[in-house]
């Protein structure tokens, strides 16, 4: 559905004539004249008004009875007063049934100072209560859920955390239980409200109802200071406000910035800062000594890593998704330009055609967050955005309630937006390659020699519009891409403001590092590099076999995050300089790291990241460095002026001046124009200079041969990444409830015939490695098919490499 | 003149078979030769209004609907739960296809396909008459494709509720019938605009739409000649309370009230009298003695300050004190309270804790004071009418009664001589409000 | 501080307003039917009533009431399986059942007594009788619950009995109703209200010149009109008094 278009019209409140956009409410219109006008259960971000509280009543001329501001459009000519002695009267007495049974414990409430209820009471109440009654009062703080306690006697019944619930979040668990006076929050039958957008209830709430365990009690209003930032915890780069005190990250909070997240965070992202603050955390470089790695000075670690020197051609270097556009560009530029070497990657998978990648990547075909709010059609392939970009979700269902988008999913795994799809088309694991290509030729012309489900989603993709935008995930498959572009060809996305193509990288920057050139055969800004290198799998086999001889790890600890464990256990044990930024001492680091720097974290760095629509935006340090902490440009400019390339940078934002001059589809960007909302490249002119693909990329490919069918019911292995699957996840102590373990997804047919319940105890074999699990019958995994989890700390799914697996009970 | 209630009492009018010989869907098949406007045009010269509460005009309801091939709705709102009102439970059991016809009709004339009929689900019984007399007319061809033949089709379902008061409002009915808690919804949009599954939506009373056939069969001008100006038609009167013979009676409407309370109903008991009086059920406005010859018609008893409401007259002697009255309705709705605007939901609980302090002796006059302003900050305030339809008849008996209130303040005192009085008097400070010395009312540690 | 404090007396039925969650229990998301265990008649009945509206939400509240006449109150379990089977979450259900009167989120006795004590019916003395209701059936297998106007102030003080409505009833009636209840019989059968004729003399007048209808023209002869037995003796008439005099109204108020 198109966006709608905006006419503005006058009217007058309080004897003002002052603009307004016609159809916007009232009490927002009021606002932009600087009438304030008070309320509680208004919240443009939770959909449709419900004039709930009543405080918000004004009066309109033409029309009797005091009307509420929140759920009535503004008209051209309308005359509005909210300053009359009947108005007055009204708010007065909406204060005054407020604090009938709010408790007004406002001292010890953690809520006081930043307190709706509070200010209100303030400026439109009377000041008095006439009230004899004795007060209710209840048991409090209660358990809400490991996250989030609840007071109820402060409840004030505004309808802002259960519509979150039921018209956000859509996950229907938060809701109102009883009627009248006797109405409360609650839950079914004492479940906790685990859901993945939780916390967003606490920031919801205007009073002190709904508070963050974690936060709860650790500061007052008047001690904190906001600090707005970007959490880089995954792809969807949520714009945050930092709440700091001494120098600690106390809370994070929403920022809200409509292009991006629309006001909202993910639990991981609310909650995960805590790792930021841990023990664990590495605040000072360390060196191996014999099996230890030990404490040591800067001087010392920095000449360790200096020693690359000496792995001039043989250093290989992995750049993980939390790395800024700056540290990938000069780490890349330490390797290519420093130590000669060409070997280094940002992606987990098998290397994509430089061709095909600059195609993916064109300005043309790139859809932006909003598109999918306001597009005819949404297509979801192979991707699921709550665990690969949470934020995403949250925004195609908004799209599909309140914009009637139509959604449509092709993927192996069912999907937590399934019940929103109008059609869902599932294949077996891992086989992409080959459902895209039957829907490329469901889409060509000759129609007839389609399959019956592809032909039918080709239809579904047809008939609902051009504004049409497919969302994938880096996870597919590279054979598969060529048919996806194709796909985008003929269903003309490119050049088309409100389609096009939007990709889930596996990495929070992975856009932005691609584009920094952190590619094997891609250089800054796509171009061609000096020399082609190798990308992530052959790094792992060339450092077993001693081709590669230094590896150079920028925040990313491979044996957890990428796949085949085994080969990188055997990569990084044959290395014998293995240089790594890290937050803390994830396993392969602190078995095989031989210099270890302290990484920052997203609230102490300086720098730019890519938002996976091409938006940049930027980290600004909102704490101080914890320990002997060092910004990550720096020591890699320290680290390559030792090894003998001086990269000439004495500031933060004199990395980011070499990358735009370097990257070409970045130029005339400035870190003052980037902001605190950012830019969007492909939007900007300079996006001509992106080098077009040669069209060697939309190529006709042949469908891939299909993979073995299962055979001695063995299960084809399919493969997901948990929003949970993370080190900030297991760090985080309010988060210790979410780690993820290895969850088996089964059909029900397979569990039936292997004889396993849901929640059984089950072993998963291939090959001779055996992975303990426990088993999770889902409706809609397609029978045949196993889902294993990926990046999770213990019996991980990339131990395996095979594409079958053997499922039995334990 | 009985116009719905005829035959009423005739045994099996309930099955098609019977109704059908006493000339029933006639008037349906005659409407189903007219044309759709002709038929709301009808409707409007009969000058019916809707007969729920709210007395809009019935054709002109119609009229909005928007023009234009879109999923229409109908409702027709069985929730009879207004306290004293019985009579569409009465015509539901008795005379079902009445009402089926009535709603066929409807649906022809505004264009709609789809129509429910949501019942209280207290009304079990009358649920399985209705339910059967559906699967009756739609085996014979009232409901369905192409109905008697013509260009109508429709569909009819009954949806039971499960024990709400506040489904009666039309905007709570229709969340109810969306399977939601029955929340009033905010107004605009209108029902007749957007409405069930967010549809052009038509809601009409039970009896409002048992009466269409009649103005079908009659003719709208021949409908208006019954009853008085602004009033046309006759009207089920629910009577109940404290007279003799309780029951439903059609009165033309304009009927002295005095006529409809004492001559049918049989009046007061023996050496009784009335002291107050509901004319619309339990939300209108009390009047006292002074009123019974008041016309029994809808600006006549606007003009009295009260309202026709559902047509639920009840009535209370002076062997009871309005107190009790008082007590009863502020505790029903604060029950009833769907809790979604703050005004209702802690105006009415507050309004009856004011009043069980009168009963404990724990009051002074001055409470009455605060009573009648909060019921003044509820009025208008609210989100939907449930919070007036306390605030109205509680503010009118505060006001009306005041001495006999005054008097039982003062003897709840004596009764209780507890010193609850003193406690209170001792604890607060009425010029700037309460200080917060009640153990109850202090802070939460 | 938090013991003894005083609560609102009416209404509430479920206890929550002091609970916490139960931090071991997972998140009660919308129940895998490949998991969830449902009756099939009851899974039928709840289908049935999903197809007979454009949204399936809209059968929530008639397969509560289903769920509620197979499992004898809506037990976690029982919403739990009308989740699974229309697809919503349990929280959805247990927020709409906790908004009606009619459901029983807590486990009950199986036969139902709603007694009106609202306005028309207190006037005639539905307090006492609403006590004596109580006492009787004190260890019986009846629930007794006050409720809001039934719609049948014609024969107040009224009850609604497992949904037979009957009335006007006198505290000696309790008794009869509970035993009427234990023998599994119709409960109170000359005080039902479906046998009760118009009140409005003018439609006596009128109606009289009908004959019966023919009981074997209509398996619905019975449903109303007709008595018990469909005998045609006992068709509409004032089974139960309609007008009281003075002395009973005394006797009951």
């Given at each position: 559905m198109p966006r709608p278009e905006q006419k503005t019209?006058?009217?007058?409140?309080?004897?003002?004539?002052?603009?307004?956009?016609?159809?916007?409410?009232?009490?927002?219109?009021?606002?932009?004249?600087?009438?304030?006008?008070?309320?509680?259960?208004?919240?443009?971000?939770?959909?449709?008004?419900?004039?709930?509280?009543?405080?918000?009543?004004?009066?309109?001329?033409?029309?009797?009875?005091?009307?509420?501001?929140?759920?009535?459009?503004?008209?051209?000519?309308?005359?509005?007063?909210?300053?009359?002695?009947?108005?007055?009267?009204?708010?007065?007495?909406?204060?005054?049934?407020?604090?009938?049974?709010?408790?007004?414990?406002?001292?010890?409430?953690?809520?006081?100072?930043?307190?709706?209820?509070?200010?209100?009471?303030?400026?439109?109440?009377?000041?008095?209560?006439?009230?004899?009654?004795?007060?209710?009062?209840?048991?409090?703080?209660?358990?809400?859920?490991?996250?989030?306690?609840?007071?109820?006697?402060?409840?004030?019944?505004?309808?802002?955390?259960?519509?979150?619930?039921?018209?956000?979040?859509?996950?229907?668990?938060?809701?109102?239980?009883?009627?009248?006076?006797?109405?409360?929050?609650?839950?079914?039958?004492?479940?906790?409200?685990?859901?993945?957008?939780?916390?967003?209830?606490?920031?919801?709430?205007?009073?002190?109802?709904?508070?963050?365990?974690?936060?709860?009690?650790?500061?007052?209003?008047?001690?904190?200071?906001?600090?707005?930032?970007?959490?880089?915890?995954?792809?969807?780069?949520?714009?945050?406000?930092?709440?700091?005190?001494?120098?600690?990250?106390?809370?994070?909070?929403?920022?809200?910035?409509?292009?991006?997240?629309?006001?909202?965070?993910?639990?991981?992202?609310?909650?995960?800062?805590?790792?930021?603050?841990?023990?664990?955390?590495?605040?000072?470089?360390?060196?191996?000594?014999?099996?230890?790695?030990v404490p040591v000075s800067w001087e010392r670690a920095l000449s360790e890593a200096a020693g690359l020197a000496k792995h001039k051609g043989r250093t290989a270097a992995l750049v993980g998704g939390q790395a800024t556009?700056?540290?990938?560009?000069?780490?890349?530029?330490?390797?290519?330009?420093?130590?000669?070497s060409h070997d280094l990657d940002c992606r987990g998978g098998a290397p994509v055609a430089v061709e095909l990648a600059r195609a993916l990547a064109a300005p043309a075909l790139q859809a932006t967050v909003p598109d999918l709010e306001f597009a005819h059609t949404v297509l979801l392939v192979g991707a699921e955005p709550l665990d690969a970009?949470?934020?995403?979700?949250?925004?195609?269902?908004?799209?599909?309630?309140?914009?009637?988008?139509?959604?449509?999913?092709?993927?192996?795994?069912?999907?937590?937006?399934?019940?929103?799809?109008?059609?869902?088309?599932?294949?077996?694991?891992?086989?992409?390659?080959?459902?895209?290509?039957?829907?490329?030729?469901?889409?060509?012309?000759?129609?007839?020699?389609?399959?019956?489900?592809?032909?039918?989603?080709?239809?579904?993709?047809?008939?609902?519009?051009?504004?049409?935008?497919?969302?994938?995930?880096?996870?597919?498959?590279?054979?598969?891409?060529?048919?996806?572009?194709?796909?985008?060809?003929?269903?003309?996305?490119?050049?088309?403001?409100?389609?096009?193509l939007l990709e889930l990288p596996a990495g929070a920057n992975g856009r932005g590092l691609r584009e920094a050139g952190v590619l094997p055969n891609a250089g800054p800004g796509y171009v061609e590099p000096p020399a082609a290198g190798r990308g992530a799998a052959e790094i792992a086999v060339a450092a077993a076999s001693g081709e590669v001889t230094a590896l150079y790890l920028l925040q990313i600890d491979p044996v957890r995050e990428l796949p085949d464990r085994a080969a990188w256990e055997a990569a990084l044990q044959h290395a014998p300089l293995v240089v790594a930024h890290a937050s803390v001492l994830t396993e392969g680091l602190r078995e095989h790291a031989t210099v270890i720097f302290p990484a920052e974290s997203y609230a102490e760095k300086d720098g730019t990241v890519v938002h996976p629509d091409g938006r940049l935006q930027r980290l600004r340090t909102a704490i101080a460095h914890p320990g002997a902490i060092r910004a990550g440009w720096q020591v890699i400019a320290d680290v390559s002026k030792r090894a003998g390339l001086d990269q000439r940078l004495l500031t933060g934002p004199m990395a980011f001046k070499a990358l735009a001059a370097a990257v070409p589809f970045y130029a005339g960007l400035t870190l003052e124009a980037i902001g605190g909302r950012g830019v969007r490249w492909p939007a900007t002119e300079a996006a001509a200079a992106m080098p077009a693909a040669d069209g060697s990329g939309t190529a006709t490919v042949p469908p891939p041969p299909a993979r073995p069918a299962s055979a001695n019911g063995a299960l084809r292995l399919g493969r997901y990444r948990s929003i949970w699957a993370a080190p900030e996840v297991e760090l985080s102590p309010a988060l210790h409830f979410t780690i993820a373990e290895q969850l088996v997804e089964l059909s029900p047919e397979d569990a039936e015939r292997l004889g396993i319940g849901n929640g059984a105890a089950i072993t998963v074999a291939q090959n001779g490695t055996r992975l303990a699990a426990r088993a999770a019958i889902r409706t809609g995994v397609p029978a045949g098919s196993a889902f294993l989890a990926d990046g999770i700390a213990a019996e991980s799914a990339n131990a395996l490499t095979a594409p079958l697996v053997e499922v039995t009970p334990a | 003149?009985?116009?719905?209630?005829?035959?009423?009492?005739?045994?099996?009018?309930?099955?098609?078979?019977?109704?059908?010989?006493?000339?029933?869907?006639?008037?349906?098949?005659?409407?189903?030769?007219?044309?759709?406007?002709?038929?709301?045009?009808?409707?409007?010269?009969?000058?019916?209004?809707?007969?729920?509460?709210?007395?809009?005009?019935?054709?002109?309801?119609?009229?909005?609907?928007?023009?234009?091939?879109?999923?229409?709705?109908?409702?027709?709102?069985?929730?009879?739960?207004?306290?004293?009102?019985?009579?569409?439970?009465?015509?539901?059991?008795?005379?079902?296809?009445?009402?089926?016809?009535?709603?066929?009709?409807?649906?022809?004339?505004?264009?709609?396909?789809?129509?429910?009929?949501?019942?209280?689900?207290?009304?079990?019984?009358?649920?399985?008459?209705?339910?059967?007399?559906?699967?009756?007319?739609?085996?014979?061809?009232?409901?369905?494709?192409?109905?008697?033949?013509?260009?109508?089709?429709?569909?009819?379902?009954?949806?039971?509720?499960?024990?709400?008061?506040?489904?009666?409002?039309?905007?709570?009915?229709?969340?109810?019938?969306?399977?939601?808690?029955?929340?009033?919804?905010?107004?605009?949009?209108?029902?007749?605009?957007?409405?069930?599954?967010?549809?052009?939506?038509?809601?009409?009373?039970?009896?409002?739409?048992?009466?269409?056939?009649?103005?079908?069969?009659?003719?709208?001008?021949?409908?208006?000649?019954?009853?008085?100006?602004?009033?046309?038609?006759?009207?089920?009167?629910?009577?109940?309370?404290?007279?003799?013979?309780?029951?439903?009676?059609?009165?033309?409407?304009?009927?002295?009230?005095?006529?409809?309370?004492?001559?049918?109903?049989?009046?007061?008991?023996?050496?009784r009298e009335v002291m107050l009086w509901f004319p619309g059920g339990s939300s209108s406005p009390v009047l006292t003695k002074d009123d019974l010859d008041i016309p029994y018609d809808f600006d006549s008893m606007a003009k009295a300050g009260t309202m026709l409401g559902s047509g639920a007259i009840i009535v209370v002697d002076d062997s009871h004190h309005p107190l009790e009255v008082a007590l009863k309705l502020a505790k029903f709705y604060s029950h009833e309270s769907c809790g979604k605007c703050v005004p209702c939901r802690e105006g009415t609980t507050w309004t009856y804790k004011m009043l069980q302090r009168i009963e404990t002796g724990e009051a002074t006059p001055m409470d009455l004071d605060i009573m009648a302003s909060v019921q003044e900050q509820i009025i208008g305030n609210c989100l939907c009418v449930l919070g007036d339809a306390m605030a109205m008849p509680v503010g009118s008996i505060v006001q009306k009664f005041r001495a006999p209130l005054e008097q039982a303040i003062e003897a709840a005192r004596a009764r209780h001589d507890s010193g609850a009085l003193e406690h209170v008097v001792a604890t607060t400070d009425f010029v700037g409000g309460a200080r917060v010395a009640d153990e109850h009312a202090g802070p939460a540690g | 501080m938090t013991q003894n404090v005083p609560r609102f007396a009416h209404g509430s039925r479920v206890p929550g307003w002091d609970d916490a969650v139960d931090l071991s229990k997972p998140p009660a998301v919308v129940p895998d039917p490949a998991t969830t265990p449902v009756p099939e008649t009851l899974r039928s009945a709840i289908e049935a009533a999903m197809g007979k509206y454009p949204d399936r939400r809209s059968a929530a509240i008639p397969?509560?009431?289903?769920?509620?006449?197979?499992?004898?109150?809506?037990?976690?379990?029982?919403?739990?399986?009308?989740?699974?089977?229309?697809?919503?979450?349990?929280?959805?259900?247990?927020?709409?059942?906790?908004?009606?009167?009619?459901?029983?989120?807590?486990?009950?006795?199986?036969?139902?007594?709603?007694?009106?004590?609202?306005?028309?019916?207190?006037?005639?003395?539905?307090?006492?009788?609403?006590?004596?209701?109580?006492?009787?059936?004190?260890?019986?297998?009846?629930?007794?619950?006050?409720?809001?106007?039934?719609?049948?102030?014609?024969?107040?003080?009224?009850?609604?009995?497992?949904?037979?409505?009957?009335?006007?009833?006198?505290?000696?009636?309790?008794?009869?109703?509970?035993?009427?209840?234990?023998?599994?019989?119709?409960?109170?059968?000359?005080?039902?209200?479906?046998?009760?004729?118009?009140?409005?003399?003018?439609?006596?007048?009128?109606?009289?010149?009908?004959?019966?209808?023919?009981?074997?023209?209509?398996?619905?002869?019975?449903?109303?009109?007709?008595?018990?037995?469909?005998?045609?003796?006992?068709?509409?008439?004032?089974?139960?008094?309609?007008?009281?005099?003075?002395?009973?109204?005394?006797?009951?108020?």
């Open positions: 019209i006058k009217l007058t409140i309080d004897g003002r004539e002052v603009p307004a956009i016609e159809g916007a409410m009232l009490v927002d219109a009021a606002k932009h004249a600087d009438v304030e006008i008070p309320y509680f259960c208004y919240e443009p971000k939770l959909g449709n008004p419900v004039g709930a509280c009543r405080m918000c009543l004004v009066e309109i001329e033409g029309i009797p009875k005091l009307q509420t501001s929140c759920s009535t459009p503004v008209k051209d000519g309308m005359v509005v007063n909210t300053h009359t002695d009947r108005v007055r009267g009204a708010q007065n007495a909406i204060v005054e049934f407020l604090l009938i049974n709010h408790p007004l414990d406002c001292p010890v409430c953690d809520k006081g100072g930043e307190c709706p209820l509070q200010d209100i009471t303030f400026g439109w109440g009377l000041g008095r209560s006439r009230m004899l009654e004795p007060k209710r009062h209840f048991v409090k703080p209660l358990a809400l859920s490991p996250l989030v306690a609840i007071d109820r006697e402060r409840c004030i019944l505004c309808y802002r955390c259960v519509r979150f619930s039921q018209e956000i979040s859509e996950d229907y668990q938060l809701i109102f239980a009883e009627r009248g006076a006797h109405t409360f929050v609650g839950t079914h039958d004492g479940h906790p409200y685990v859901a993945p957008f939780s916390g967003n209830i606490i920031e919801l709430c205007p009073v002190g109802a709904l508070t963050s365990q974690p936060y709860r009690f650790r500061a007052r209003p008047w001690e904190i200071e906001g600090a707005a930032g970007i959490c880089t915890l995954c792809p969807s780069q949520c714009n945050v406000t930092f709440t700091v005190r001494d120098e600690k990250v106390l809370r994070v909070l929403a920022r809200d910035h409509e292009e991006v997240d629309d006001g909202w965070l993910c639990d991981k992202g609310r909650f995960a800062y805590q790792a930021i603050h841990v023990d664990e955390r590495i605040t000072q470089p360390m060196v191996r000594e014999g099996d230890e790695l556009n700056e540290e990938g560009f000069l780490l890349q530029r330490l390797l290519r330009e420093g130590l000669d970009a949470p934020i995403l979700d949250l925004r195609i269902r908004k799209g599909v309630r309140r914009h009637g988008v139509r959604l449509g999913i092709l993927s192996a795994r069912p999907s937590s937006l399934d019940p929103n799809a109008g059609f869902v088309m599932r294949f077996d694991a891992g086989e992409e390659a080959s459902a895209l290509a039957a829907l490329d030729l469901a889409l060509a012309e000759d129609r007839g020699a389609a399959e019956p489900g592809s032909a039918e989603l080709a239809e579904f993709l047809r008939a609902g519009g051009e504004d049409l935008v497919i969302v994938w995930s880096e996870r597919l498959a590279p054979e598969a891409l060529p048919h996806l572009l194709s796909i985008a060809g003929r269903l003309n996305l490119a050049g088309r403001s409100g389609a096009g | 003149m009985k116009i719905l209630f005829g035959r009423i009492d005739e045994p099996g009018l309930n099955t098609l078979a019977v109704y059908e010989r006493r000339g029933g869907y006639a008037a349906l098949r005659r409407a189903l030769e007219m044309e759709p406007a002709e038929i709301v045009e009808e409707i409007s010269k009969s000058g019916l209004r809707g007969r729920g509460g709210a007395g809009f005009p019935t054709g002109r309801k119609a009229s909005f609907l928007p023009k234009g091939d879109m999923d229409k709705y109908l409702v027709c709102n069985a929730d009879e739960s207004e306290p004293g009102t019985f009579k569409d439970r009465e015509l539901m059991q008795k005379s079902p296809h009445m009402l089926i016809e009535g709603i066929v009709i409807a649906c022809w004339a505004a264009g709609i396909t789809r129509a429910f009929i949501y019942i209280r689900g207290e009304y079990e019984h009358q649920a399985r008459i209705l339910e059967a007399a559906i699967a009756e007319a739609a085996r014979a061809g009232y409901l369905g494709e192409r109905i008697l033949g013509s260009e109508h089709t429709m569909s009819l379902v009954l949806h039971r509720g499960a024990g709400a008061y506040i489904c009666g409002e039309e905007t709570g009915l229709l969340d109810s019938l969306e399977g939601k808690r029955g929340n009033p919804r905010l107004k605009p949009p209108f029902p007749a605009i957007e409405g069930l599954y967010h549809g052009p939506t038509l809601i009409n009373n039970v009896e409002t739409l048992a009466t269409i056939p009649h103005i079908v069969t009659m003719g709208g001008e021949a409908y208006a000649e019954h009853g008085v100006a602004n009033s046309a038609g006759t009207k089920l009167v629910s009577v109940s309370g404290d007279v003799r013979r309780p029951g439903n009676y059609e009165i033309e409407l304009g009927t002295p009230s005095r006529e409809i309370i004492f001559d049918l109903a049989g009046g007061t008991f023996d050496g | 397969a509560l009431h289903l769920a509620q006449a197979e499992h004898g109150w809506l037990s976690p379990a029982a919403i739990a399986q009308v989740a699974a089977v229309m697809r919503l979450t349990p929280a959805y259900l247990t927020s709409v059942a906790s908004f009606y009167d009619m459901f029983s989120l807590v486990p009950k006795a199986s036969n139902d007594v709603f007694v009106c004590t609202n306005i028309s019916c207190s006037l005639r003395g539905a307090d006492e009788f609403y006590a004596a209701m109580q006492a009787a059936a004190e260890g019986e297998d009846v629930d007794v619950r006050e409720f809001e106007c039934l719609g049948a102030c014609d024969i107040a003080p009224m009850a609604s009995v497992n949904g037979e409505f009957v009335g006007p009833l006198t505290p000696d009636d309790a008794d009869r109703i509970v035993r009427d209840l234990a023998t599994g019989g119709p409960v109170l059968e000359h005080k039902q209200l479906r046998y009760r004729r118009c009140a409005d003399p003018g439609v006596a007048l009128e109606a009289g010149d009908f004959g019966p209808p023919d009981p074997a023209a209509t398996e619905l002869a019975d449903t109303a009109g007709l008595g018990p037995h469909g005998d045609a003796a006992d068709r509409p008439g004032p089974s139960a008094p309609i007008e009281l005099d003075a002395e009973e109204e005394d006797a009951s108020g």
